[in-house]
């Protein structure tokens, strides 16, 4: 039993040659707690009456469950009272949460002081420990922003953490002379080198209608929008270059999709700089996009045909039947495994080739991606 205790806990030793103090720590997730057992001169646990713990700073919280002397008594020996007692305070551990030293004076009249320097109407959130706080911000186009900033416990020495909605790493300066104030004076800089970006994004957003993503975030470069007949476009708008020609991707049925993939090959050197991406998306293609003025989304948001719902997840159809007569769209998920089922599908490499399931025309999917 000795060699048991001194193996699964080095820092609680004996203080004496009879054994019958113990003094030291037990380790429970990677913390050390203060102990001290008091036996009688037989060491016997059931005639144990004085027994004394110092497990700080959670005593009084974990006496509330846990009756010390008796569970001592009960217990079979000194290695198996332990091991209850390091599964009680590592339940305890989990179930509260984790407690801060309470920084010095002068760092809450320093936040204080630069809080009335910022303006507190600036400020949206701040947490009861004083540490994370969400500052609004508005840009030049009246686009609110939030600013979220973690400061450090020696703040101002340490640079605090920063984090916003934004679709470039957010990159602020800080000094041990810094402020608040800067900080946020720099955010609305890197608001501003934007601008442009959530201009054209906005334009598309506003007149056109957007199948992915389905909420688009402030962070999100990348649109898809529908074109009509089952068929849309996936853009990827560079942030710091939003009016140069973006990364596009034609979706639907191949007989609908290559005239307009012609065209985009064969206009591509109309591609005005100086005209928005929608402007020029018009022109290349020579097409007119549905619009919430013209048309419902509904129209556009045509269920799968094995699943019958049209969000799976994240996804939606787009996996669609070359057929011109048949146009039914799918999930690649729901296309992917429907045609793996049967016994008539062959893969070669990542695609799968099979028969629709609606008018037995050929049909291909890729294999669908593995979730890690």
Not at 92 to 117: F, N
Request: charged content about 25%; overall charge neutral.
């Amino acid at each position: 039993m000795e060699s048991s205790l001194v193996k699964d806990n080095p820092l609680l030793l004996p203080l004496n040659k009879e054994k019958t103090v113990y003094d030291g720590f037990i380790t429970v997730q990677e913390r050390d707690f203060r102990m001290r057992i008091l036996l009688p001169a037989d060491r016997q646990l059931k005639g144990a009456k004085h027994c004394h713990f110092i497990i700080l700073p959670f005593k009084s919280v974990f006496s509330l469950f846990f009756n010390f002397s008796q569970r001592l008594q009960q217990s079979a020996d000194l290695v198996s009272f332990i091991l209850e007692l390091k599964t009680v305070l590592e339940v305890g551990l989990k179930s509260r949460p984790v407690c801060r030293a309470i920084s010095p004076p002068q760092y809450y009249s320093q936040l204080m002081s630069e809080m009335e320097a910022l303006g507190w109407d600036k400020l949206l959130f701040i947490d009861t420990e004083f540490r994370t706080l969400r500052l609004k911000v508005e840009d030049s186009s009246g686009r609110q922003h939030i600013l979220t900033i973690k400061l450090k416990s020696k703040h101002p020495a340490e640079a605090p953490e920063c984090s916003a909605d934004l679709p470039v790493p957010l990159a602020l300066t800080w000094t041990p002379q810094s402020t608040l104030q800067q900080l946020h004076s720099q955010f609305v800089l890197v608001l501003e080198s934007l601008t442009e970006f959530w201009d054209v994004l906005d334009e598309i957003d506003s007149q056109t209608w957007i199948l992915e993503p389905e909420k688009p975030s402030r962070a999100d470069t990348m649109r898809r929008i529908a074109i009509g007949n089952n068929m849309s476009i996936k853009v990827e708008v560079d942030p710091r270059h939003p009016k140069m020609l973006p990364e596009c991707f034609l979706l639907g049925a191949e007989n609908m999709v290559t005239p307009l993939r012609n065209k985009l090959n064969a206009n591509m050197h109309l591609w005005n700089p100086n005209s928005s991406v929608l402007h020029n998306l018009r022109d290349v293609l020579e097409i007119t996009f549905p619009s919430p003025a013209t048309h419902e989304k509904s129209d556009f948001s045509v269920d799968c045909g094995i699943c019958y719902s049209y969000r799976l997840e994240a996804a939606i159809p787009d996996q669609v039947c070359n057929d011109p007569r048949c146009g039914q769209p799918f999930h690649q998920a729901c296309l992917y495994e429907w045609l793996r089922a049967l016994p008539s599908s062959r893969q070669s490499f990542n695609i799968v080739f099979g028969e629709c399931p609606y008018c037995s025309k050929p049909i291909t999917v890729k294999m669908a991606a593995q979730k890690s």
